[in-house]
């Protein structure tokens, strides 16, 4: 589903639900101004709420809500060659087509009705009725408004009881600026022309704003003569504009029975109170959405296993007590965020240096990334070290917090130029890797077909990482079907570099993401150019080679 349709969706249910509401609750009553700054309001909050995005953020009972910094660290065990999404090319669906047709016939359709109110300006003679304008022509058969015009036939006069009475309802729709109600709900349904409920409101709108001009009318005058008058002038009249507020609008019989009724609808306060509760589901429905910031980091830190450690160096425990976390002031966002002594690098160099990888891990084959929350405080110190997110077990946890509570002072956030306190989040992924390669002349033999895992001098791409990521980021295309999917992750291709260099053997390795993305991860690889090829002993051999690639869509 494109942007544009969920849109679309979203727009018809949160209008659909309004107006119902509308429909069994505030329809046909006399609370005629309501009703239509009602109406109006639904259409704007229809448009806009599905456009909003509030993030939510979820933390522990009793913590505040907020943004953390995320530190952005580089993978250590492998290089992962990251391929966002292409920018697609314009294409133009018949759908799409269809669509914007549509619209230009709405849209023109606005605009012949302009021409020909436009004409009638023209064309009859104008006389001025401070502060606005009344149009006599022969060809209007009914009185209309539009802006500050009220057009009247030039063969009726205005000075007889039935005269003066169709013309204070046309004074009242300039007064209540009814045209531009009308201009407003004619734009939005020649744009959201698929939407029913934005039509069904627009026809609401122009009856409410007859509801509002038979009212003032007819106060301290003659109800039966006046319901007379809309009766015989809808009878004479012929075909109107659909921008205009016309005087013999139909239904007729609704405008009598609203202009006769004298009951009082029950609980007519609790009806438009009950509106509240409604507005908010739907506020909250549509317009809220779950924090993903920790869900969308660009790197995490890879923590291999080399050699599992038989008992993990202790902790280094800080001396100095905590402070009570509800005297001090926490930081979300500085304008100087808080750094690793020695910045990146140096926190990498850091964490791979002394994070050791849990027996109980190993044994269980349990990886996956720990998220590590915690507060660098004004004089750099590192407390109120915790996890956040699922707990993955096997000592992950306990080892992340050991070692990121042994980190020494980092220095300190800074807002308005002083230190601050300010919260931050390091994301560790510890993955189970495969031992090291032996020492050069101690490599493990080939296989039965000659094949190499291990060799002094591994197989590279001609130009190095820097070209190789280069030809992957220009070559490979994100297939649209995964594109359509939202279907993302690491794709492992294997394949083998001969002794002359050649690429063979290509497939892909682990489980399967879909939408086109091993097919299309095997098509550039097996594309590419000869490579360097790895060297045993000083010759060239044929070596297995696995190459990892990152499929991301840009949000």
Known sequence: MTPFLAYLVKVIVCSGILYAYYHLALRNN?????????????????????????????????????YVYTAQVATLREQVFTVAAAPETPQFSLSAVLYGIVIALMAARIGW????????????????????????????TAPFSFFRFIFWNSG???????????????????????????????????VCWINPFFHLIKRELSLVHEFIADKRSVENGDVAAYAQTILHTALQAGPSFHLINNFSHQPIKRRILMLTQSRRFRFSFLRRALIVPVALLIFS??????????????????????????????????????PDITKEEIFT????????????????????????????????????????SFIVMNDGRVLFVKTAGAKKGGGLEEEAIRVVKAMPKWKPGKQNGRNVNVQFNLPIRFTLAPPP???????????????????????SFKGGDNALNQYLATNIRYPSEAAKKDVQGIVFVSFQVDKTGVIKNVKTVGAKKGGGLEEEAIRVVKNMPDWTPGKQDGKNVAVQFNLPIRFTLQK
């Open 30 to 66: 006399r609370f005629h101004q309501w009703n239509r700054f009602y109406l109006l309001a639904i259409t704007v909050l229809s448009l806009a709420v599905p456009l909003l995005r509030i993030p939510l953020s979820f933390t522990g009972a009793g913590a505040p809500d907020f």
């Open 113 to 140: 009705g302009y021409f020909k109110i436009l004409q009638l300006i023209r064309t009859g003679r104008i006389e001025p009725l401070r502060p606005y304008r009344l149009v006599l022509s022969q060809q209007i």
């Open 156 to 190: 009726v006069s205005a000075a007889t009881p039935e005269g003066r009475q169709m013309l204070r309802h046309e004074i009242v729709h300039l007064q209540e600026n009814h045209s531009t109600d009308k201009l407003f709900m004619e734009i939005v349904t020649a």
């Open 285 to 322: 429905s549509l317009a809220f959405v779950t924090d993903e910031k920790i869900d969308r980091l660009s790197e995490n830190l890879n923590i291999p296993v080399t050699q599992p450690e038989t008992t993990p160096p202790s902790a280094i425990t800080d001396t100095i007590p905590e």
């Open 333 to 372: 966002f500085v304008e100087q965020p808080p750094t690793f002594p020695g910045g990146e690098e140096a926190l990498n160099k850091y964490l791979s240096g002394n994070i050791r990888y849990p027996k109980e891990a190993i044994a269980k084959k349990i990886g996956g990334t720990v998220f590590v």
């Open 437 to 459: 390669p032996p020492a050069p002349g101690k490599g493990k033999g080939p296989d039965k077909d000659g094949v190499f895992t291990f060799v002094e001098q591994p197989p």
